[in-house]
């Protein structure tokens, strides 16, 4: 079975830019996750999708983040304009369904780095 | 809100030492608890988990074991092997409220193996 699918897997930009992040969640999974993991830290959610719909987008800067997942498989992160504080490394996770029992599947990440 | 507190690292140690990662949480209800791996250059794996006051989870020789009274979830290993050297997360899940499904991640601790 083929995880869980990102690309890049790395990513320069000068701050104001912008940048999109492609993520392909194991096929069936209905559940896609992006976080965001500053270097020293643990993962931060920043929006959730339940198939093609979000469900918490509580963390997510709307100001400058925003995230797609049209037909509810395939999803895209996008960053409008980067700020220093953006690098990071961008994770996307799936699972079969939301809650206690289903376990995420992460991707390798997209590093992010913002000059 | 829900959090999770790890034992600062980094960690290092001689290859059959015994580890312990401590991992302390906070949160309303009955969350489910994990740990999380992260090897070098790969994404975050599930390493265990445990989904009620005092189950131990176990995997690869690691175990942990949900201690209510003591909201704490502690990361131990036997014999630990080169093989071992990576980042490892605590992790909660609580149903309740508005963060179903979501993952809420400690800080991480470095582990280092030597031979």
């Known amino acids: 079975e083929a995880g869980v699918a990102q690309s890049p897997r790395y990513k320069i930009i000068e701050k104001r830019q912008s940048v999109a992040f492609w993520c392909n969640p194991i096929?069936?999974?209905?559940?896609l996750y992006w976080y965001q993991q500053i270097l020293g830290q643990g993962p931060k959610l920043l929006i959730q999708?339940?198939?093609?719909?979000?469900?918490?987008d509580s963390q997510l800067p709307k100001d400058r983040f925003s995230a797609e997942r049209l037909k509810g498989v395939d999803s895209t992160l996008k960053i409008q304009p980067a700020k220093l504080e953006d690098s990071a490394v961008y994770l996307c996770a799936s699972s079969s369904f939301p809650g206690l029992a289903g376990e995420q599947f992460f991707g390798p990440g997209t590093r992010l780095t913002v000059l | 809100g829900n959090s999770v507190t790890q034992m600062e690292g980094p960690v290092t140690l001689s290859e059959e030492a015994f580890l312990t990662i401590n991992c302390t949480y906070t949160?309303?209800?009955?969350?489910?608890l994990f740990w999380y791996v992260q090897y070098p250059g790969e994404g975050l794996q599930l390493l265990l988990k445990a989904t009620k006051a005092d189950d131990k989870g176990s995997n690869k020789g690691f175990e942990a074991t949900y201690r209510k009274e003591t909201t704490s979830f502690h990361l131990e290993k036997g014999s630990v092997q080169v093989s071992d050297s990576a980042v490892y997360f605590c992790?909660?899940?609580?149903?309740?409220?508005?963060?179903?499904?979501?993952?809420?991640f400690g800080q991480g601790t470095i582990l280092t193996v030597h031979p």
């Open positions: 096929s069936g999974h209905a559940t």
């Open positions: 999708f339940q198939n093609n719909g979000v469900v918490d």
């Open positions: 949160a309303t209800g009955y969350p489910s």
């Open positions: 992790a909660l899940i609580n149903a309740g409220g508005t963060s179903y499904g979501k993952l809420t």
